[in-house]
């Protein structure tokens, strides 16, 4: 045991020497635009808030009366006896925002992406990942016994390759997996050309719209509807727009959601989600639902922080997602700038290798609907200052 110990502490050092440590700051109020960090209050410019749903007082108010009516937890996995009728309403409510047959729902996305692939793809069948994907997706697809191709993240060409080395090795059945969104850089997936592959070599396409669902689209009905694309299998979070909780769900064909509730480990072998969740979940659907004036001011923000950000001089991804990446190449100086900007009282997170690739260091900043035009100017004037102060601006 000590010696195990003393192993761990040197993993801890060496991960603390190479400047990789996460440290996590304490959020003494809600999550929202501006929170309390200690005693100062601050902006905050990376939660996943998208909507502005997570201090929505309608999800505390249905959660609350959830939790009166129907109590706290179901302490038991949905098959034994852990579903409400709420939680098919939620399911049901899902599919048909997202025009799918049905959906199932897990205790986080994480889960959902764990339990896909090895029910549906067996030894016989082949996945085709992009190179970007999200660590979930990378897991689960781990645990299935299908053989691996990856392809360049959003690279056709690859993409066509693997689809081509795939069938020419004999695959039953091809899947093609990919998010939606890129997070680290904001990017749309190709869904039009991935659509049309997946057709030319008959393959099963599966987006990841965690980053989309709820925002992007007509009726914020995720990638696939603002690409006018066809996706066969969706999956997805109540953790970011959809009220930034926690639950997760598979959207899809009905004898992929039925296989999954036979076969879905993280499924069959872990907690239906509480009543409190489910209600506040169909509480944000309904909000997202009729929220075109959400997403309009949240697009409205993200075009008016994007353009204030290029005139300061900053370098940006470019795009037309929430998520606004400013660039600055090297891991110290992204490590200052989020310094400096703490200290002007934005809360922003620095990202560096190994989360992107080298010398593609930057602040990923995320706008959300409950930002006001007086906090985006507050935050142009940190941002603009720090640049300045850490030279990366003149
Ligand atoms: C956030 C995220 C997840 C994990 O979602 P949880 O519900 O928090 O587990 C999975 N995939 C992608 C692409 C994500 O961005």
């Not at 996305?109 to 549906?120: T, Y």
């Not at 999200?134 to 299908?146: V, W």
């Not at 069959?268 to 509480?283: D, K, M, Q, T």
């Amino acid at each position: 045991m000590s010696e195990f110990l003393t192993h761990l502490t040197q993993t801890l050092a060496e991960i603390d020497a190479a400047g990789l440590m996460k440290r996590e700051r304490l959020i003494g109020s809600p999550q929202g635009a501006h929170i309390r960090v200690g005693e100062r209050e601050m902006l905050n410019l990376c939660a996943n808030n998208y909507l502005g749903l997570a201090d929505d007082p309608r999800l505390a108010a249905a959660a609350k009366a959830a939790i009166d009516a129907e109590g706290w937890g179901m302490a038991s996995v949905r098959f034994i006896c852990g579903t409400k009728p709420a939680h098919r309403d939620l399911e049901q409510a899902l599919a048909r925002f997202l025009g799918t047959d049905d959906a199932i729902t897990f205790a986080a996305c994480f889960d959902a992406n764990g339990a896909l692939f090895e029910p549906l793809l067996g030894p016989e069948d082949a996945v085709i990942s992009d190179a970007l994907n999200h660590a979930s997706i990378i897991d689960g697809i781990r645990l299935c016994k299908a053989k691996r191709y990856r392809y360049a993240n959003s690279d056709m060409d690859d993409l066509e390759r693997q689809l081509k080395q795939a069938r020419a090795d004999g695959a039953r059945h091809v899947m093609v997996a990919t998010d939606g969104v890129f997070s680290m850089d904001g990017y749309l997936a190709k869904l039009k050309e991935i659509e049309a592959l997946a057709a030319k070599y008959d393959a099963v396409t599966m987006v990841d719209d965690c980053h989309a669902t709820g925002f992007m689209g007509p009726q914020g009905r995720g990638t696939p509807a603002h690409a006018g694309a066809k996706i066969d299998i969706l999956t997805g979070t109540l953790g970011k727009a959809l009220g930034g909780a926690l639950g997760g769900y598979v959207a899809g064909p009905q004898p992929v959601v039925d296989l999954l509730r036979q076969r879905g480990r993280p499924y069959l072998f872990s907690n239906a989600l509480p009543p409190a969740v489910v209600a506040a979940g169909l509480e944000a659907l309904r909000i997202v639902e009729a929220g075109d004036d959400l997403r309009a001011q949240l697009f409205d923000n993200a075009g008016y922080w994007r353009e204030g950000l290029e005139s300061l001089g900053f370098r940006l991804l470019p795009g037309e997602h929430p998520i606004v990446p400013v660039m600055l190449g090297d891991a110290r100086l992204a490590q200052e700038m989020a310094a400096r900007l703490d200290d002007l009282g934005v809360y922003v997170a620095g990202f560096f290798f190994p989360v992107v690739p080298k010398g593609q260091a930057r602040i990923r900043t995320q706008m959300n609907a409950a930002l006001t035009r007086a906090d985006l100017d507050r935050a142009l004037e940190a941002f603009g200052q720090a640049g300045r102060e850490i030279g990366v601006l003149t």
